[in-house]
């Protein structure tokens, strides 16, 4: 026995089916999300499980060893970063000293000349760059503390 509906009840019963999906979706937010990743993960290391079984080498050793090479790889990436931010954080200095002695030569004649700048727009830059220059060496020491 079927039900003919006309259009507009159809419509309305389908758009209640997508709000109670999406809304016991954000409730199972906390459940959803992280087995999405691990599929995501998991369809990233299938290519090198498959490469590791066609050497016959067993699926549990493949997968072991898939996820241990995705994890030096995630090491080595995260390795690198934070070197090239440590890097950057003991060369701060000398890059606001370099900026500051930038802008000084560039507004200076205008101050000169015109009247455009007051001592105050070297004080208010010379605060930012501090403030900037804090700001970064206090991530750094979060980032550090962390390790």
Not at 82 to 105: C, D, M, Y
Not at 133 to 146: D, M, P, T, V, W
């Amino acid at each position: 026995m079927e039900i003919k509906l006309p259009g507009y009840a159809k419509f309305t019963i389908a758009l209640l089916v997508i709000i109670m999906v999406l809304w016991i979706m954000m409730f199972a937010q906390s459940v959803l999300l992280p087995l999405a990743f691990a599929g995501l993960i998991s369809l990233l290391l299938l290519p090198v499980c498959n490469f590791l079984e066609r050497w016959n080498i067993p699926r549990g050793l493949s997968v072991f060893i898939s996820i241990l090479l995705m994890g030096v790889v995630v090491s080595f990436i995260v390795w690198f970063f934070s070197s090239q931010i440590v890097g950057f954080t003991a060369s701060l200095p000398s890059f606001t000293k370099q900026l500051r002695e930038t802008l000084e030569n560039s507004v200076h004649p205008f101050y000169n000349c015109y009247s455009f700048y007051s001592i105050s727009t070297y004080s208010h830059l010379y605060l930012l760059l501090t403030l900037l220059q804090r700001f970064l060496f206090a991530i750094f020491i979060l980032y550090i503390k962390r390790k």
